[in-house]
C-alpha cells in the first residue's frame, strides 16, 4: 500500500490524513506533513487543524468508517482538508500592467474569482474586513465593474462583457 499511496495520495494538493479513534494521526500524505502532520510522531489533530480551522483558513472534510479488523481495529477518520489562501497559478499579472491594480489588488482578485468571501480573504491575507472592502471598492473602479461577477466576467471575455 507504501508504494501506491505515496504516488496517489502525495500528489494531491489537498492534505489527506487517516486518523484513529483517539485523535492520533496513522498517515499523512505531503501536503497534510507539510502543515506539520507527522504519523511517527504523537500529534493530536485538535491541536494542529481544527484551530486553523476555526481560524477559516481550511475547508475540511472529514468522513468516518468503521475499518475491518484485518486492515485496522476501530473507528478511523479521514480528513481531506485544504487551504483557503492557497495559489492556483492563474496569471493575473496584465490586471496590474493594463488596469492598474496593486499586487495586492490582484491577490484579491485572485481570491475573489476562488469563490471566497471577504471574510475569509481578510484572514488569508492578515488584513481586516474593511481592508479587504476597501480594495474591492478600488478593484471595481479601476476595472470599470459594479460586482464581483462581471470581475470575473471581465477577466474571462476582457472588455467585451
Given at each position: 500500500?507504501?508504494?501506491?499511496?505515496?504516488?496517489?495520495?502525495?500528489?494531491?494538493d489537498k492534505g489527506f490524513i487517516i486518523?484513529?479513534?483517539?485523535?492520533?494521526?496513522?498517515?499523512?500524505?505531503?501536503?497534510?506533513?507539510?502543515?506539520?502532520?507527522?504519523?511517527?510522531?504523537?500529534?493530536?489533530?485538535?491541536?494542529?487543524?481544527?484551530?486553523?480551522?476555526?481560524?477559516?483558513?481550511?475547508?475540511?472534510d472529514v468522513y468516518q468508517h468503521k475499518?475491518?479488523?484485518?486492515?485496522?481495529?476501530?473507528?478511523?477518520?479521514?480528513?481531506?482538508?485544504?487551504?483557503?489562501?492557497?495559489?492556483?497559478?492563474?496569471?493575473?499579472?496584465?490586471?496590474?500592467?493594463?488596469?492598474?491594480?496593486?499586487?495586492?489588488?490582484?491577490?484579491?482578485?485572485?481570491?475573489?474569482?476562488?469563490?471566497?468571501?471577504?471574510?475569509?480573504?481578510?484572514?488569508?491575507?492578515?488584513?481586516?474586513?474593511?481592508?479587504?472592502?476597501?480594495?474591492?471598492?478600488?478593484?471595481f473602479r479601476k476595472l470599470n465593474v459594479?460586482?464581483?461577477?462581471?470581475?470575473?466576467?471581465?477577466?474571462?471575455?476582457?472588455?467585451?462583457?
Amino acid at each position: 500500500m507504501n508504494n501506491l499511496y505515496n504516488r496517489v495520495f502525495d500528489n494531491l494538493d489537498k492534505g489527506f490524513i487517516i486518523v484513529d479513534s483517539k485523535s492520533k494521526v496513522i498517515c499523512a500524505n505531503k501536503a497534510a506533513r507539510d502543515a506539520g502532520f507527522q504519523p511517527d510522531k504523537e500529534i493530536r489533530v485538535e491541536d494542529n487543524l481544527f484551530s486553523p480551522i476555526q481560524a477559516g483558513k481550511y475547508k475540511v472534510d472529514v468522513y468516518q468508517h468503521k475499518c475491518p479488523e484485518y486492515l485496522w481495529n476501530g473507528l478511523y477518520s479521514i480528513i481531506l482538508f485544504e487551504s483557503l489562501c492557497s495559489k492556483r497559478n492563474i496569471d493575473l499579472s496584465f490586471l496590474g500592467k493594463e488596469h492598474g491594480l496593486t499586487s495586492r489588488e490582484v491577490e484579491i482578485v485572485e481570491l475573489i474569482l476562488q469563490g471566497h468571501k471577504n471574510s475569509e480573504i481578510a484572514n488569508c491575507l492578515f488584513i481586516s474586513k474593511f481592508t479587504v472592502n476597501c480594495h474591492i471598492r478600488n478593484i471595481f473602479r479601476k476595472l470599470n465593474v459594479k460586482s464581483r461577477a462581471k470581475i470575473t466576467s471581465k477577466i474571462i471575455f476582457g472588455n467585451k462583457s
